[in-house]
């Protein structure tokens, strides 16, 4: 079974960055360097909220929250997507989850998801 696998969060002070990183695992990996793969985000008490997302052919979408000082990217012989994050403040604390879909819009509800990784930065 096929699933995303997130790594990179961690404990950061305000104005650190950090690199988030995310690739499929299973026997379908080469399947995905065609799918659009993206970020979201989800804050404590509130909903998970859409990020960034990368095509295959590498055309990106941001949210506005992540405009600016975020950047994505992917390696496409990896299958592997990443989130740059730069001058992170105390509002980007969220766990952060890896999507993937077929589709060249990742919705609310993508083929995959990633567990999560955590990213806390302190003031």
């Known amino acids: 079974q096929v699933q995303l696998v997130e790594s990179g969060g961690g404990l950061v002070q305000a104005g650190d960055s950090l690199k988030l990183s995310c690739a499929p695992s299973g026997r379908t990996f080469g399947a995905f360097t065609r799918y659009t793969m993206g970020w979201f985000r989800q804050a404590p008490g509130k909903e998970r909220e859409f990020g960034a997302q990368i095509t295959w052919n590498g055309n990106t979408i941001y949210a506005d929250s992540m405009k600016g000082r975020f950047t994505i990217s992917r390696d496409i012989g990896k299958a592997t997507v990443y989130l740059h994050m730069n001058s992170l403040k105390p509002e980007d604390t969220a766990v952060y989850y890896c999507?993937?879909?077929?589709?060249?819009?990742?919705?609310?509800?993508?083929?995959?998801w990633g567990q999560g990784t955590q990213v806390t930065v302190s003031a």
């Open positions: 999507a993937a879909d077929s589709s060249t819009i990742l919705s609310a509800s993508p083929n995959y």
